[in-house]
């Protein structure tokens, strides 16, 4: 039996207690936090739920299949930030499983992909979800300006996840070069954007210009910015109070 838990937005406290009951009943128990690098103590969640857990890199995930292997002998659970279903890599485990007759169960959990409604922002008005990656040399994708402008055209919203390790003001400062080589008229400095960081704890969540913005210390990682769309009156009344 494989168990894929969600543990929340924020750290070992978000996790539910159906998740907690999950994690109890099995033999081994397995985490990754690369897909969304939340403030997890992994002592703290070992004393919470009573077991040793392995936390996984991504190839052990995604090539070695460690948490399939175990799941054909026992009872066996996987922990992943966020929900349990928020990253394509966790619905592929799913998958595998079920291809290989191993019974799964889902354990849902809060999630950015919710959370982002602490902006004040209609969650049925946002768009594509968009992924920033790092540039590296020779490697700039212009594919995050193009999807932020389809959801614009369409007046929506576009939820914005940074890369792993990214802050809000490196962000800003890739999405105005984005600018500069696609000439889009998406963003200047004076482009107002909303930065959120730390929900699920002590969130911050502000809404100004994009060059405030980027000189802004929003302190620890991860940092989200959500690009609004059309704006409703009632939107805009919640924005005028952040």
Not at 10 to 30: P, Q, R, T, Y
């Amino acid at each position: 039996m494989l168990y894929l838990v969600g543990i929340g937005i924020h750290d070992e406290k978000d996790i539910s207690l159906k998740g907690l009951e999950a994690i109890k009943k099995c033999d081994k128990v397995f985490a990754e936090f690369y897909t969304s690098p939340i403030h997890v103590d992994l002592k703290k969640l070992e004393e919470i739920t009573g077991k040793k857990i392995t936390v996984l890199e991504r190839k052990h995930v995604e090539e070695e299949e460690i948490v399939l292997e175990a799941a054909k002998e026992r009872d066996t659970a996987f922990l992943v930030g966020g929900d349990a279903l928020s990253a394509t890599t966790h619905t592929e485990i799913v998958l595998d499983a079920k291809k290989t007759k191993i019974p799964v169960r889902v354990i849902h959990a809060s999630s950015i992909f919710t959370a982002v409604a602490e902006t004040g922002l209609m969650l049925y008005k946002f768009g594509k979800t968009v992924s920033l990656p790092v540039p590296k040399e020779g490697y700039f994708p212009t594919t995050p300006y193009i999807n932020i402008k389809e959801n614009r055209d369409c007046g929506l919203h576009t939820l914005l996840l940074l890369d792993i390790g990214m802050a809000a003001g490196k962000a800003i400062d890739i999405l105005l070069e984005l600018e500069d080589k696609m000439k889009g008229k998406l963003f200047v400095s004076k482009t107002k954007i909303i930065v959120a960081a730390n929900l699920g704890g002590d969130s911050v969540i502000k809404y100004d210009t994009m060059e405030t913005l980027r000189k802004t210390d929003f302190g620890a990682l991860p940092h989200t910015i959500v690009i609004p769309g059309k704006l409703h009156f009632h939107e805009e009344e919640f924005l005028s109070v952040l």
